[in-house]
């Protein structure tokens, strides 16, 4: 198994070794000691500002604007939300007593490091998106293998810079580059030479299933932040200008790049003619280079362009674009925003994950209609409702299909380090961010105490007799029978209890 660092070839199987044995010692560090490291990580990062704004944006055309917003603010932010609860997270938890008549056994929750957490991220969040992961992942007590997209091989080398900068013991942090059809099968490995502990993918949900099968063969568990579709409902009573100024940012900002970002539009019929015409006019008004960035790559652009096109084949009009040329310039990565109308059910921006500037917008004639076009999609990262009405939006929200669903807003939940992100469906399995995704990084271990003094020997231990069976099944009545039966049962429980006493 190979990869590369720093441009020479290494072995990834020997650096996985070699971080398996450096995260023994480092589990074993206090937790100050962990989080002292990560505290240098954040100030190297806080001393580059410019810098790391710069790099992302001369890696994958990111506007400066949406790179601090969007990625270096988001960093900032769950950084010190991890090294403040880390700690808190990591505390063995006393598991409360779920009968009494197993008073006698007291349980806690520990949690132990997975080992070496393996960290695949994406090209159209490449920074914020394994910064914060490896910040969980080194604050629980794990080694990390990290690969960066093959398209932001800057933003990698700056993440390694970071990270070195932590002063973290020689093994625990390792940066590879390879190319993403390699990355699987080699951060994965086989049953007969195991790669990492667990995996961490952020991508397509094509390749998602790719990675959960070849996982299956040796039970590798991982998360999956996969695509998404995503939608948002806009209800009668909706600020409108809140409404479409949020959809703008949400659907167009990082060219449309976002796997949260809006997708689809679902409008009242009763304002969906107001709502349309501001959409349109802020659409409009966007410009190239200065509220849109460009798309990752042109290979991106063709792609997007094709779902595009379709979508026009079959009917659907653009009823907004912003100034710009369509898609006909094949030579640079720009798009103009787009806002599709008399869309149907069976095209892709209906159905499949649109990574560009474009949203699609429908009309619905009541809530239940509403959240069965929502809920249509194989897709369930994200949704949103807007409405004035918060206890309308609220049960609204609670019956979208999908991970993360936002009242007034959209996509900006990513930014929240404390809230789970993570979809259902194609959207992906697991969490990252938050106390959930913080423990994703730790295995459960449960301790089970038997506090009872001189016990010789549980009630069902062997020797088995006619006496043992009638006891258990008294108390097994007991357990499960109403309040007469549990009456009844009561006269036959002290002679099995006292079981506990005696040797045979």
């Known amino acids: 198994m190979s990869g590369r660092r720093g441009g020479v070839k290494v072995d990834v199987n020997a650096i996985i070794g070699k971080a398996r044995a450096a995260q023994k010692v480092w589990e074993e560090k206090p937790y100050r000691e962990r989080a002292a490291c990560l505290r240098r990580a954040v100030r190297a990062l806080a001393s580059d500002l410019d810098e790391v704004i710069e790099v992302i944006h001369a890696d994958n055309g990111k506007l400066p604007m949406d790179a601090l917003t969007a990625e270096v603010l988001p960093a900032f932010l769950a950084a010190g939300y991890y090294i403040r609860r880390g700690k808190r997270f990591l505390k063995a938890r006393r598991v409360r007593g779920g009968n009494l008549l197993m008073f006698n056994k007291k349980s806690s929750l520990v949690h132990k490091p997975w080992g070496v957490v393996g960290i695949i991220s994406p090209w159209n969040y490449p920074f914020s998106i394994p910064f914060s992961e490896v910040v969980m992942a080194l604050l629980a007590g794990n080694a990390v293998l990290l690969k960066t997209a093959s398209l932001t091989p800057r933003v990698g080398a700056f993440l390694e810079k970071i990270f070195t900068a932590a002063e973290l013991p020689p093994g625990i942090f390792n940066y590879v580059e390879m190319a993403g059809k390699n990355a699987g099968p080699e951060f994965i490995g086989t049953v007969e030479r195991p790669g990492v502990d667990k995996l961490f993918f952020t991508g397509s949900s094509a390749v998602g299933r790719e990675l959960m099968a070849l996982a299956s063969r040796r039970l590798l568990p991982l998360v999956l932040e996969l695509g998404g579709a995503d939608a948002a409902i806009v209800c009668a009573d909706a600020d409108l200008d809140r409404a479409a100024s949020g959809v703008v940012w949400a659907g167009f900002s990082n060219a449309g790049q976002s796997c949260g970002g809006v997708q689809r539009v679902i409008v009242h019929s009763s304002v969906y003619g107001k709502f349309l015409e501001k959409l349109c006019s802020r659409t409009e008004k966007l410009r190239i280079g200065t509220d849109l960035g460009p798309m990752a790559s042109v290979k991106q652009k063709k792609t997007a362009r094709g779902q595009v096109e379709e979508c026009l084949s079959g009917g659907a009009v653009i009823s907004a674009i912003s100034p710009g040329a369509y898609f006909t310039d094949e030579k640079t990565p720009d798009v103009p925003a787009l806002v599709l109308t008399n869309v149907k059910p069976d095209m892709p921006v209906m159905k499949d994950e649109v990574f560009a500037p474009v949203v699609a917008v429908v009309s619905a004639d009541s809530d239940d209609e509403a959240l069965a076009i929502a809920n249509s999609s194989p897709y369930g990262l994200t949704g949103s409702v807007w409405s004035k009405n918060r206890r309308r939006a609220r049960s609204l929200a609670a019956r979208v ?104």
Do not use: C
């Open 401 to 504: 299909n999908a991970g993360a669903v936002m009242i007034n807003d959209h996509l900006m939940s990513h930014g929240l380090a404390e809230t789970p992100w993570g979809g259902f469906g194609a959207s992906g399995i697991g969490r990252t961010h938050g106390e959930n995704g913080f423990m994703e990084m730790l295995k459960p271990l449960v301790v089970v105490d038997d506090t009872l003094p001189g016990v010789k020997r549980d009630l069902f231990w062997q020797p088995y007799s006619d006496r043992v069976f009638a006891g258990m099944k008294a108390i097994t009545e007991f357990a499960s029978g109403g309040i007469g039966r549990k009456i009844r049962a009561m006269p036959r429980l002290p002679g099995i209890f006292f079981r506990y006493w005696t040797k045979e």
